[in-house]
């Protein structure tokens, strides 16, 4: 029987370590997969970034790739699905039928994904926010959708309470 691979987060260029840190804690906490698309903007082994995820990253299945193209070859060999958080998405994630398996997509903090990214993206999908606001912070958006597409799937882990 093959198994369904977990729900990944993909980090396009990322340029915030702390950001990154937190986002691949997150991974780990939750049991996704992560893929990290360069360039980054600060070195991987920047200290900020090793503090952020603090040893939880020795927990996480990380892909690294060093550029859209080799990660989007990577993701239609593996037939995933892709669908990208951005301010202009057109589905509030609320409404979007996630899968196991999916790879859910953060743009860059200073300019989010360009053109070619949301052209090849599955689904743009959107957190709605109240009127005036631009967005939330790229980490905490992350956790809403990967928070919504655990419920919907019913796939949050089953750890020990303590």
Known sequence: MLSVPP???A???PDIPQNAGAMLRLCAC???DAALI???GFPMSDRHFRRAGMDYLDHVNIERHVSWREFEDWRAAKGRRLALLSTRGDTAYTDFAFQPGDIVMVGRESAGAPEEVHASAQARLRIPLRA???SLNVAVAAAMVL???LRQTRTFPQG???
Do not use: K, M, V, W
């Open 132 to 134: 005036g606001l631009r």
């Open 11 to 13: 980090l396009y260029q």
């Open 38 to 40: 360069g360039p980054a």
């Open 7 to 9: 729900f990944c987060l």
């Open 147 to 149: 928070g919504e597409a």
């Open 30 to 32: 939750l049991g996704l």
């Open 160 to 162: 020990e309470l303590e």
